[in-house]
């Protein structure tokens, strides 16, 4: 059984995903921080591909992703710094990137290679329904790899439940239409976040853009099966002088 299902079989709420980029903050950080937020709580590792025009993201991440592709990371590198990661991490890792170094790094080899280091899921948000359904879906489910779509507030109801059938792990809601890590006030979606539960849909959603403190997640999860952070601890990792204690002290702020 996939692992994302694994993990919601037993665990419907307050399920924790925390994306961190690949390469950063130094070229050789990958593993120390995924072994980190296994170690301190997080459910899932969302494990970013920097890429140099990541549309979906906000400046911090922009910033990371930046420092990380200096640092040297790169797709190939990213798979062989993960090969022997499933010797120590037993929890859910999805890849989130952008098609562009995807294609150039080949598809089927992207996912026979997600496939062989023991991904789970796959997030690349510019990937229109379309061309998943007709060209590439076989070749996700063939490798055993979930792949998320993105719902916003402005997504219609015959859409959500479009991306719903085709979706596979979990609904990836975003907060807002706008991009990560704006302040936007999580409370104040409470409706958008209560319809998605109301429609009763087959994926596991989780909230993500803007979660970002204690309340924040508290209030992202009250509707739904539970949330993602990704530029407060993206900012955590900035100065950090040791992973593991930050971790540590980041996953105690928002769980604690």
């Known amino acids: 059984m996939n692992r994302l299902d ?4 037993t665990k419907q709420t307050e399920v924790l995903n925390i994306y961190c980029t690949a390469g950063y903050p ?4 990958t593993i120390e921080v995924i072994q980190a937020l296994q170690n301190h709580g997080a459910d899932i590792i969302e494990l970013g591909m920097p890429y140099s025009d990541p549309l ?4 911090v991440i922009q910033a990371s992703s930046t420092i990380a592709l ?3 990371m790169t797709i190939e590198k990213l798979f062989e710094q993960l090969k022997d990661a499933r010797e120590t991490i037993q929890l859910p890792i999805v890849l989130m990137g952008y098609m562009n ?3 150039q790094f080949g598809i089927e080899k992207f996912c026979a290679a997600a496939k062989a280091v023991g991904i789970d899921g796959i997030i690349l948000p510019d990937l229109p329904i379309y061309e998943y359904e007709t060209m590439y879906r076989s070749l996700f489910e063939k490798n055993g790899l979930k792949f998320i779509f993105l719902v916003t507030p402005e997504t219609s109801e015959d859409r959500i439940k479009k991306i719903d059938s085709l979706c596979s792990g979990f609904l990836y809601a975003v907060s807002s239409s706008s991009t990560t890590g704006k302040n936007k006030a999580i409370e104040g979606q409470a409706g958008y976040f209560k319809k998605l539960h109301a429609m009763q849909l087959k994926n596991p959603v989780l ?3 803007g979660i970002k403190d204690k309340a924040t997640f ?5 509707y739904t099966n539970g949330a993602i952070i990704g530029t407060a601890y993206i900012k955590a990792l900035e100065n950090t002088t040791g992973i593991d204690q930050t971790t540590k002290e980041f996953i105690n702020s928002i769980t604690g």
Do not use: I, K, T
């Open 6 to 9: 694994q993990l919601f079989a």
């Open 26 to 29: 130094q070229l050789n950080s």
């Open 56 to 59: 979906a993201d906000g400046e």
């Open 70 to 72: 200096h640092n040297g």
């Open 101 to 103: 170094p995807v294609l």
């Open 207 to 209: 909230v993500g853009f």
């Open 218 to 222: 508290a209030a992202a999860c009250r």
